[in-house]
């Protein structure tokens, strides 16, 4: 990749600088002048791309990301926010190319894998949707829990799993609906949720043993499975979700 010039390089910085302090306008500044002491600065007009994302100048952003793509540099970065862009207006055609081309060039790419499963599953596309959805875990949004067990791949487990809660508590509730289905292929099941959803889940209903975030000796499981990663492992397909009625009810105290 082409370096700044001396010129351009305190333009470049100062662009950064400003934009990750949130002063949008003065990074657009700062990185129209860079562009102006040196012209063929890719970064410079990949971060106005980036700028005009953020505020939604969708057709403008659309042509900068075109243009740094041209240049042949940040070309992954910049299909993948051409994915996002073609999101955005609903052309999910546009959106899942721009995602494959960006993983196309570089296959070791978690965003946009990330990317590529969240819209897959939103058009259905279960299998493939969910396996591209594991790559959340690669990407700075999610902090898996550090151990050195595998992820249970859905296998009889003649041993003890550790399932566990991630994001949001109307998605433990939503995918806690197969936490039975996981039950009847593990010996046993240590289920790890957040303290104030323990009146949703008795111990006798859904695991042989609940508990809270904290330290867990390491030799208590075999594997370890993020709850929302249930269907994958478990190979869900649409007419086997399971729907039964009332399947959180709250235990009264």
Not at 24 to 48: I, K, M
């Amino acid at each position: 990749m082409l370096e700044p010039s001396p010129l351009a390089a305190p333009h470049l910085q100062s662009g950064s600088v400003l934009y990750a302090a949130g002063d949008y306008e003065g990074a657009r500044l700062a990185f129209e002048t860079a562009l102006a002491v040196q012209s063929d600065l890719t970064p410079a007009l990949f971060n106005l791309a980036v700028i005009c994302r953020d505020l939604e100048e969708n057709e403008a952003a659309e042509s900068l990301f075109g243009k740094v793509i041209e240049s042949g540099e940040i070309v992954a970065e910049s299909q993948n926010n051409l994915g996002l862009l073609a999101v955005r207006r609903e052309d999910y055609d546009s959106a899942l190319d721009h995602f494959r081309q960006a993983i196309d060039q570089r296959n070791q790419f978690p965003l946009a894998h990330f990317n590529l499963g969240t819209l897959l599953l939103r058009l259905g596309q279960w299998e493939a949707g969910w396996r591209e959805y594991q790559w959340r875990w690669q990407t700075p949004t999610f902090t898996p829990i550090n151990c050195p067990q595998p992820q249970w791949n859905g296998e009889r487990l003649d041993g003890t799993l550790l399932l566990h809660t991630e994001q949001g508590i109307g998605d433990t509730f939503q995918f806690s609906r197969f936490i039975p289905m996981i039950r009847e292929r593990c010996r046993r099941v240590i289920f790890l949720r957040p303290e104030p959803l323990d009146c949703m889940f008795p111990p006798e209903q859904w695991a042989d043993e609940i508990r809270s975030p904290g330290e867990i000796s390491l030799d208590s499981f075999q594997a370890v499975l993020p709850l929302m990663s249930a269907p994958h492992a478990l190979k869900i397909k649409l007419n086997q979700l399971p729907c039964r009625e009332n399947y959180l009810t709250p235990e009264r105290r």
